[in-house]
């Protein structure tokens, strides 16, 4: 049976920036699937009956399918929700395509997005809130699975990859200071997307590379190296809404070709182990398989893509994709169409949706054009490229899971030991930061003589703010073993 083609005919997206409306996450999504809907022609609803949602909370989301198809009026079908993650639009989008390619469906509504903002609205008038904030949740290690990273004190996904950065700044020779620095030359280009788009963008503003690294009361330091503008930026309302059909049901619909843009390929690899157990810290297997199995697919190179979106959570994420892509950072054809989570915004797990429709868009007015785009989640750990164009290509719609990839790595991890003590050296590390408190704490990876690895935090945490601005990476550490786990001493 010949496979059958996926093409997106219509995409929507709804930023709320009115500081006296106050939404659910689920208005927000419901007001952009109406608005895809409006973009692929309104008799395609009655032909919807799959809807897959990225979660609008990090908790407590299994139902919010079930409801959102109850307000759309949409036929019987499959509701899904997928997991909390960055990658998880693209991968729901390649799912909808691989099921439409194999007959099984005939049309899909993939959507996501977040209230937060409103949350935050409702919360400062004394007001019930529309819904609880979409990450409204702990790192506290005790709830956690024991893992190098909780005994090392990671409190945040900003600090699992600032962890990553600090491999990065060491194989690039320069010291954390010097990594800020140029980290603001790698981000000032996104902000200009976002200035260019004041409908959309949470903050539509242009900035120097050196207000963006540098450390002042308004952009205080995070996780080192990042500062505040670094991060993304969480407490928005906006969300997004993909239409995907089967090519034949948009020759029966009679939607244009002009309208028409088509998935090539999509592929998702995920790591086995947290970043502490892999063999390289900064360099993810199945970020790299990923891209390459989407350019594979596709039957393309890099050089023949026109356009990207990068996932662009923290500069690490943006450095290790343009890696696995073979980009350099400072490509001319840029590393985002929508101004990035930090400038645009990071609506929780529906990011990649908004990157999706806007490439479409771009698409559209770029005939034969091609888009590739990313999704990362998790811990560095979840990962989703793309390709789409105008142009359907040669070959048939591939999805790849990368499943022979994931085995692969879970036979390749690295032993990792949180019960050892002994000398052993700094592969990573990071100095946290408190609005008020300044340098907290020193988290660090270090690898004994025989390759096994800890997560350790300071044996004497006053000195965090000694290690400010510096690097411990390559230095010989004492690691003993406290109450709450690994501690390490740096002198």
């Known amino acids: 049976m010949q496979q059958r083609r996926p093409v997106i005919v219509g995409v929507g997206q709804m930023v709320n920036k009115d500081d006296d409306r106050i939404i659910s996450p689920l208005d927000g999504i419901e007001a952009a699937v109406h608005a895809a809907v409006e973009d692929g022609g309104r008799s395609a609803l009655e032909h919807v009956g799959t809807l897959y949602l990225a979660p609008p909370w990090i908790h407590g989301s299994d139902d919010a399918a079930?409801?959102?198809?109850?307000?759309?009026?949409?036929?019987?079908?499959?509701?899904?929700?997928?997991?909390?993650?960055?990658?998880?639009?693209?991968?729901?989008?390649?799912?909808?395509?691989?099921?439409?390619?194999?007959?099984?469906?005939?049309?899909?509504?993939?959507?996501?997005?977040?209230?937060?903002?409103?949350?935050?609205?409702?919360?400062?008038?004394?007001?019930?809130?529309?819904?609880?904030?979409?990450?409204?949740?702990?790192?506290?290690?005790?709830?956690?699975?024991?893992?190098?990273?909780?005994?090392?004190?990671?409190?945040?996904?900003?600090?699992?990859?600032?962890?990553?950065?600090?491999?990065?700044?060491?194989?690039?020779?320069?010291?954390?200071?010097?990594?800020?620095?140029?980290?603001?030359?790698?981000?000032?280009?996104?902000?200009?997307?976002?200035?260019?788009?004041?409908?959309?963008?949470?903050?539509?503003?242009?900035?120097?590379?050196?207000?963006?690294?540098?450390?002042?009361?308004?952009?205080?330091?995070?996780?080192?190296?990042?500062?505040?503008?670094?991060?993304?930026?969480?407490?928005?309302?906006?969300?997004?809404?993909?239409l995907v059909m089967s090519s034949e049901l948009a020759d029966r619909l009679r939607v244009p070709d002009s309208q028409r843009v088509y998935p090539r390929s999509i592929a998702k690899c995920h790591e086995p182990f947290y970043p502490s157990g892999r063999q390289e810290i900064h360099a993810p297997g199945a970020l790299a398989a990923a891209a390459a199995r989407a350019l594979e697919g596709a039957a393309l190179e890099a050089g023949d893509i026109s356009r990207f979106d990068l996932y662009s959570c923290f500069p690490a994420a943006v450095q290790l994709e343009a890696a696995a892509l073979g980009l350099d950072v400072t490509d001319s054809r840029g590393l985002t169409v929508t101004g990035g989570l930090p400038y645009f915004g990071g609506p929780g797990s529906a990011y990649v949706a908004h990157s999706i429709a806007t490439m479409v868009e771009l698409c559209r007015a770029d005939p034969g054009s091609i888009g590739a785009l990313v999704g990362v989640g998790g811990l560095v750990s979840r990962f989703a490229v793309g390709t789409i164009s105008t142009d359907p290509g040669d070959r048939a719609f591939r999805y790849d899971p990368c499943t022979d990839v994931e085995e692969r790595l879970a036979a390749e991890g690295v032993e990792v030991d949180l019960d050892a003590e002994g000398v052993a050296v700094v592969e990573a590390m990071t100095v946290l930061h408190e609005r008020e408190a300044g340098p907290v704490a020193a988290p660090v990876f270090a690898r004994f003589p025989d390759g096994r690895r800890t997560g350790a935090r300071l044996l004497h945490p006053e000195l965090a703010p000694d290690l400010c601005g510096h690097s411990l990476i390559g230095r010989d550490v004492r690691i003993v073993l406290g109450d709450d786990g690994p501690r390490y001493d740096p002198r």
């Not at 079908?77 to 439409?100: D, M, N, Q």
């Not at 903050?203 to 505040?228: H, M, Q, W």
């Open 66 to 242: 079930t409801e959102l198809g109850e307000r759309l009026g949409l036929r019987p079908g499959k509701r899904h929700v997928g997991l909390f993650s960055g990658s998880t639009p693209l991968e729901l989008l390649g799912l909808a395509c691989a099921e439409i390619s194999d007959g099984e469906l005939d049309a899909a509504i993939i959507a996501g997005g977040v209230a937060d903002a409103s949350v935050m609205r409702a919360r400062k008038r004394d007001l019930e809130p529309p819904s609880c904030m979409s990450a409204d949740w702990t790192w506290d290690a005790s709830t956690r699975k024991r893992t190098a990273e909780t005994t090392a004190g990671l409190n945040s996904a900003g600090a699992n990859f600032a962890m990553a950065e600090s491999q990065l700044a060491f194989r690039a020779g320069r010291t954390p200071a010097e990594q800020r620095e140029w980290l603001g030359t790698v981000m000032a280009p996104f902000t200009e997307v976002a200035a260019r788009r004041p409908d959309r963008a949470w903050f539509p503003v242009s900035r120097e590379p050196g207000a963006i690294s540098g450390v002042s009361k308004g952009n205080r330091l995070v996780t080192e190296p990042y500062t505040k503008l670094m991060n993304s930026f969480p407490n928005v309302d906006q969300a997004a809404a993909i």
